[in-house]
């Protein structure tokens, strides 16, 4: 499938926005995913190529905050493992339960975690997990990934901002680190679906390769704020993230 120069002119930078905000707090899919739909994609490819761009620019940001020392892996780790679980039920869950219950619930919990960043207060950059044990640290990365993992089986929008608010709250996580550690449990999920869509056939090659050098740039150029910047870039994007998503979801249930 061929695009023409004005599409390509609207898809580009919206890609690469896609990929600067998803690299800094997660919730780059709410402008990617639309920005295909838009050029006039039908869905299943539109979500297939969006997955090609996407899964390659999360590898560049993982990669810059791996670098960057801003990836617990021993939290990381675990929370990939039983993301994938909790993908699964969520999925199933997604077949028994209306959508729409989801998305009543979520127009309360968004407005709350909004709330939370704004009165949260900074934490020192540091490698260390706040007065955990080793158990407990491995039981709340376990349960973030779960928890996160099903979420994005059954509705999925605003994943990476959710995981970073939980590392944030329950692992006391500075903001940076948060934003790394999620970013190997979102790379290991994208190339999940993306392996699944290559194998269906969705992916169209001859958009979303192009795209996905513009996905990179972002993602380049986000993780480095980040890692500069910290929570006075990464705070203010998660809110306008969870507005955008917040928007979405009451569009969707009006």
Known sequence: MDITLINKIILFPLIFLAGFVDSIAGGGGLISLPAYLFIGLPSHNALAT????????????????????AIIFEVGIFS??????????????????????????????????????LIKKPIKKDNKIKNLTHTKTIFLSSFIGFIIGMYDGFFGPG?????????????????????????????????????TF????????????????FGIAGNWIGSGLALKKGSKIIKPIMLVVLLILLIKILYDII
Do not use: E, M, Q
């Open 50 to 69: 969006n997955k090609l761009s996407s899964s390659i620019g999360t590898t560049i940001s993982t990669l810059r905050y791996a670098n960057g020392k």
């Open 198 to 213: 290559i194998i269906g056939g969705k992916v169209i090659f001859s958009i979303g390769l192009p795209a996905a050098l």
């Open 159 to 195: 994943t990476g901002t959710f995981l970073i608010i939980l590392y944030v709250t329950l692992l006391s996580f500075d903001h940076v680190k948060a934003s790394g550690t999620a970013k190997i449990v979102n790379l290991a999920s994208n190339i999940s679906a993306l392996i």
């Open 80 to 117: 990939v493992i039983f993301s994938f679980l909790g993908s699964f039920l969520g999925a199933k869950l997604a077949l028994v339960i209306p959508d729409n219950t989801l998305k009543i619930v979520l127009t309360v919990l968004i407005p709350v975690a909004a709330t939370f960043i």
